[in-house]
């Protein structure tokens, strides 16, 4: 039965239908942009649409060729004026999106409407470019629908088309293309990461950079996204030793600091790690974040291991990809949490890391010379020297916070005597500007520091609001030793039960203040089933294509391999469609086959027949030719006359009587004559 906006609209004008069902579509499409478009190009394509509802309703009139280009002129003006650019992908994905509003407004002809086809088909592709979540996918593939179902109805005969028929049409077309879209999906050759395509606006929010400025960013907004998924082979480390490295940044200009990969070796190079306790195995599963490092736990001294990159070492215990991470990358690889390492370190590097800018930050290496020169810190070593610093920290009142407000030129300064209060960031660079002050060689590192364990599938999650900075120094007869200045001051920071967080929004929100757990238990389920899809489906890639064909059979499968297989199952499907073509015949051939078997056996009867009569006309002459023995015949007869001229002929129908036909009297008719 038709819903009742489906059978409202039946009773419009052909007219009316397809363009409000068109232009509801052309909404649906645009709407997963809406989140990425200007305030203003959203504003304008609903003014658009909504003027094409009323030009479709007759409210207002359709507007001129003066008035569209004027639109278009304005709108491209505008997107240059916003983005600064017309060929970056924003500006693209925007241009797209107002030619596709102005292009509904304009049309009248019916290319018009199928130039609104094809950029509303583009459209639905660019969602690729913001995501490829399963959720995006789920609008994708009912905007999909929603324009092959406006497609259909446009072809369908009469001036009062059937929306109901249009959406069955669609959804019969999509069903017999799936598994033809599946085979080519998963055998197809792949050709790299197509959809990958960097960040081109920076944002002030938690996350991982190459270099880490100090007191330039006022606020940080915390960004819940995921970073990567981790799968231990045993037990996790506990929380205090989940300290991913990422970089180690050595060089501090005042007010940013930067690595210096020249100095350091690279740890293959390296003869000095010394392992304490057991190894941790695990495997990541990094997402998307154009750049080359790889989070792994503090320390790897071997490469990890991957199917899809070849993993490059860098410097000071960390690990790279040849490329920049464009799309999930997984790698395995064994870490230790307890260890020893830069025994050897060269002098010349080590004095290079007790270095600092001159004329900065002069409260604080004051601060710390008088530190160095009291009685009781004259012989301390380095450790020494560094639990003074952090025992400061703990009972100094310091407060971490993410939003700290913008610092001067002396950052330090400002943070250890003034204002008390900063992020992780402010930590660790005062920590080691403090170290350095003091003659101890100090560095900072930059990572993601903890993890939560996912209820759904135990995998452990660390989001890009885990992000951290903490440092190290170096003492003799142990090498560079790590230390958290962040969890002096705030040691929940290390608890992931009390870390700060991003407070779900919208209905999250709400069900997350009436019911926090059922909120967690929700959030979980649905990263769980997301990482499946990337895994499955997103990142199918051509190392999974080439295990399948392990499993198939192939000892030493191959790309050539895999065209054949590819080949082979093509041919297969399209033998089968062309004899299930040939079975499942239209109901006007199998009526036509039907009829001439008929004919043949009126004829064997001696009943004069000819091609040109009726089921009707054939019901009358048997029944007079037979008497009472042809009467089922005759009623076969009216019941093929029917399924033959009623309104919903189908091929099923007439197979039925096709059966029927068999069970038929015909012996008795072929023992007697004909009157």
């Given amino acids: ?11 419009l004008p052909r007219a009316a239908v397809g363009e409000y069902f068109l232009l509801a579509v052309a909404a649906l499409v645009i709407a997963p942009h809406v989140v990425q478009l200007p305030v203003w190009c959203s504003a304008f394509v609903a003014l658009m649409l909504l003027w094409r509802t009323g030009v479709a309703s007759g409210a207002v009139p359709r507007p001129g060729r003066a008035v569209l280009v004027l639109l278009l002129v304005l709108s491209v003006a505008a997107i240059g004026l916003n983005f600064r650019t017309l060929v970056g992908t924003e500006a693209s994905v925007t241009l797209v999106v107002v030619l596709l509003s102005l292009k509904a407004l304009e049309m009248h002809a019916r290319r018009d409407i199928f130039v609104v086809f094809f950029l509303g088909f583009f459209t639905v592709l660019t969602q690729f470019l913001n995501s490829q979540s399963l959720f995006s996918v789920a609008t994708m593939l009912l905007g999909t629908l929603g324009l ?12 009062e088309p059937s929306l109901r028929a249009a959406l069955r049409t669609a959804w019969k077309m999509a069903g017999w293309g799936l598994p033809l879209m599946a085979l080519l999906f998963v055998l197809f050759p792949r050709i790299g990461p197509l959809w990958a395509i960097p960040d081109e606006k920076p944002q002030a929010r938690t996350g991982l950079s190459d270099s880490m400025p100090v007191g330039s960013v006022a606020e940080l907004a915390q960004d819940s996204r995921i970073a990567m998924r981790i799968s231990f082979d045993k037990d996790a480390p506990p929380a205090e030793q989940l300290y991913f490295r990422a970089h180690v940044l050595s060089q501090f200009d005042g007010q940013q600091w930067t690595s210096d990969d020249v100095q350091a070796q690279a740890p293959a190079a390296r003869g000095d790690v010394r392992i304490e306790g057991a190894m941790v195995s695990y495997e990541v599963s990094l997402e998307p974040h154009g750049k080359t490092f790889l989070p792994l736990l503090d320390i790897t001294p071997m490469a990890p291991s991957s199917e899809d990159i070849v993993v490059q070492g860098g410097a000071d215990l960390r690990w790279r990809s040849p490329q920049a991470v464009q799309e999930l990358l997984r790698y395995h690889a064994t870490s230790a949490t307890r260890y020893r390492y830069g025994l050897l370190e060269s002098g010349q590097s080590l004095a290079a ?22 009685p009781q810190m004259a012989d301390a070593d380095a450790q020494g020297l560094s639990a003074y610093l952090l025992a400061h920290l703990a009972g100094g009142n310091y407060r971490y916070t993410l939003q700290p407000g913008t610092y001067g030129r002396h950052t330090a300064d400002e943070f250890w005597f003034d204002r008390k209060s900063g992020f992780c960031e402010h930590f660790a660079s005062a920590y080691v500007i403090a170290m350095r002050a003091m003659g101890v060689p100090a560095r900072i590192v930059t990572g993601y520091q903890g993890a939560e364990r996912n209820g759904v599938d135990g995998i452990w999650t660390v989001r890009q609001s885990d992000a951290h900075a903490w440092a190290e120094f170096w003492q003799q007869d142990k090498g560079w030793v790590r230390v958290d200045p962040t969890a002096s001051s705030a040691p929940y920071r290390l608890n992931e039960a009390e870390r700060l967080g991003d407070a779900p929004s919208g209905l999250g929100g709400v069900i997350g203040s009436l019911s926090p757990g059922l909120w967690i238990q929700m959030r979980d389920s649905w990263e769980a089933i997301n990482h499946r899809w990337s895994s499955w489906v997103t990142n199918y890639g051509s190392s999974q294509q080439l295990e399948l064909l392990r499993h198939i059979g192939f000892e030493s499968p191959s790309q050539e391999q895999l065209a054949y297989v590819l080949a082979a199952l093509l041919g297969l499907a399209a033998l089968v469609g062309a004899l299930w073509a040939r079975w ?63 309104a919903d002929a189908s091929t099923g129908a007439l197979s039925a009587l096709e059966r029927e036909f068999k069970r038929l009297p015909w012996s008795t008719l072929l023992a007697q004559k004909p009157r």
Avoid at 353 to 374: E, F, H, K, S, V
């Fill in 1 to 11: 039965m038709l819903s009742p906006s489906l059978t409202r609209s039946a009773a």
């Fill in 148 to 159: 092959l179902s406006t497609l259909v109805m446009a072809h369908m005969p009469g001036s």
């Fill in 353 to 374: 890391q007790t270095r600092l800018p001159a004329g900065l930050n002069p409260r604080l290496l004051a601060w710390a010379a008088d530190i160095r020169m009291q």
């Fill in 584 to 646: 499942r015949q239209p109901p006007d051939q199998a009526w036509q086959r039907l009829h001439r078997r008929l004919l043949r056996k009126l004829a064997a009867s001696g009943l004069p027949t000819s091609a040109h009569q009726s089921p009707r006309a054939l019901a009358q002459s048997v029944g007079q030719a037979f008497g009472d023995a042809a009467q089922p015949v005759c009623d076969w007869l009216l019941r093929l006359e029917r399924a033959r001229y009623q």
